[in-house]
C-alpha cells in the first residue's frame, strides 16, 4: 500500500477552508493508504501564538481530526515534535536547497511582508525544507492540501529528486493531491482573500469549525456577493458567490457545473439561506461529536503518543537509511 500525509499547524481554530482543503479528502481515502495526519506545531511557531493557546489549539485539532472521521485503525496521528526525526531530517534537506530558491517562495515572500520589524523570519524562510522531510521521511505518495501548498509539495519533490541524484534512490517522490472543488475557500467578507485559521477569533468572514452555529450563520448571510443577482460560478467576476458555491458543492460533494444548475433560479438571500443550513448541519454533526472527545484529554493525549511510537519506527528507519546513504552511519 502507498503511504498518504497531510497536517495542519495548531495556529488557531480549525476553519471549514482547512476541512474541505486537506481533511476532507484524507478521510475519504484513508482506508485506501497508510495513512498518517499530524499536527504540524514546529511549523506553527513561524507564528507567535502563546503557548497556553498551543498546547490547547493541539487538543482541539487532534478531537477535530477524530469528530471528522479519523479512524484510528486506519490512520496514525502524532504531533510533529514528538518524531524529531523530521527535524533531523528537515535540516538534512537544507543542505540540498539554496537561499535564492527559498527566497522566491511565494509563501515566504508574502508572509515575510507581513512580519513586524522584530519578527524573525528564519523559520518561515526553512519552512520548506521542513516540509520536504514531512513527506519524505514516510515516503508519500500522495499528500492532500488546498492549493496554497502546491509550491511546497513541488519543492519537496525538487529536494528529494535531487537527493536521490546524489546518494542513490532513498525517498519516493510525492503528488499534491489538491481538491477539484475548494482547493482556495475565501474569506466570506473578502472573497479575494484566503480564509485563514490565524484570522481573529471574530472575523466576520471566517468559518472557525467551532464557532456558534447562529455565528456561522450570520456570517454566511452577510457574505460579500455582487450586483448582478444571478447564482452561477466565475471566479473572476463573482468570486463572494463562487466562494459559496465551492463550499457547498465541497458539503454535499457535488461538482460545480451540479451546484450551478441547482441554484440557478435561487436569488442570493435563499441561496444563502441554503448554504448556511447546509453548512451549519455539517458544522453541528461534527460539534456533537467534538465535544465528546475534546472533554477527555488523557485519551487525545494517549492517542498521540501512541501515534508518535508508530512514527518514530516508520521515521527511525528511513533516518538510518538516510544517514547510511550520506556516509554518517559508522
Ligand atoms: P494551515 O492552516 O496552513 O495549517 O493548512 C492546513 C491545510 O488546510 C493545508 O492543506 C492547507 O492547504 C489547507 N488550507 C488552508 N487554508 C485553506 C483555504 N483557504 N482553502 C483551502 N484549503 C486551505
Do not use: W
Not at 472521521?69 to 533531523?88: A, K, M, P, R, Y
Request: glycine residues 6%.
Amino acid at each position: 500500500m502507498k503511504t498518504m500525509i497531510t497536517g495542519v499547524r495548531p495556529t488557531g481554530s480549525i476553519t471549514l477552508a482547512n476541512y474541505i482543503g486537506g481533511i476532507r479528502k484524507f478521510i475519504e481515502q484513508q482506508k485506501e493508504y497508510n495513512s498518517l495526519i499530524f499536527i504540524a506545531d514546529i511549523h506553527g511557531l513561524t507564528t507567535y501564538i502563546n503557548p497556553s493557546e498551543i498546547r490547547n489549539n493541539i487538543l482541539d485539532i487532534t478531537a477535530l481530526y477524530l469528530a471528522c472521521g479519523i479512524d484510528l485503525n486506519h490512520t496514525i496521528i502524532f504531533q510533529q515534535s514528538d518524531v524529531l526525526e523530521h527535524c533531523n531530517l528537515g535540516f538534512l534537506m537544507a543542505f540540498q536547497c539554496g537561499v535564492g530558491e527559498l527566497s522566491r517562495m511565494t509563501q515566504y515572500k508574502s508572509k515575510k511582508a507581513e512580519l513586524s520589524k522584530n519578527d524573525k523570519d528564519m523559520g518561515l524562510f526553512i519552512y520548506p525544507t521542513l516540509m520536504a522531510a514531512d513527506i519524505l521521511l514516510y515516503d508519500a505518495a500522495i499528500v492532500p492540501v488546498g492549493a496554497d501548498q502546491r509550491q511546497h509539495i513541488e519543492k519537496t519533490r525538487d529536494l528529494g529528486e535531487r537527493f536521490n541524484k546524489v546518494y542513490g534512490k532513498t525517498f519516493e517522490l510525492p503528488e499534491y493531491q489538491i481538491p477539484k472543488v475548494g482547493a482556495k475557500i475565501m474569506n466570506l467578507v473578502n472573497p479575494t482573500a484566503k480564509m485563514s485559521k490565524s484570522a481573529p477569533k471574530d472575523d466576520k468572514g471566517t468559518i472557525f469549525i467551532l464557532d456558534d452555529i447562529e455565528i456561522t450563520k450570520k456570517k454566511i448571510m452577510s457574505a460579500c456577493t455582487d450586483n448582478e443577482g444571478k447564482v452561477y460560478f466565475d471566479e473572476e467576476n463573482k468570486p463572494g458567490i463562487s466562494n459559496l458555491l465551492s463550499i457547498v458543492a465541497a458539503i454535499d460533494n457535488l461538482s460545480l457545473e451540479e451546484v450551478s444548475e441547482k441554484y440557478q433560479e435561487y436569488n442570493y438571500k435563499d441561496f444563502k439561506i441554503e448554504v448556511a443550513d447546509k453548512v451549519s448541519k455539517f458544522i453541528i454533526d461534527i460539534q456533537n461529536k467534538f465535544y465528546k472527545y475534546r472533554n477527555d484529554e488523557e485519551y487525545l493525549i494517549k492517542i498521540l503518543k501512541d501515534g508518535a511510537e508508530k512514527a518514530k519506527v516508520l521515521a527511525d528507519l528511513k533516518m538510518k537509511k538516510v544517514k547510511q546513504k550520506i556516509g554518517l552511519k559508522l
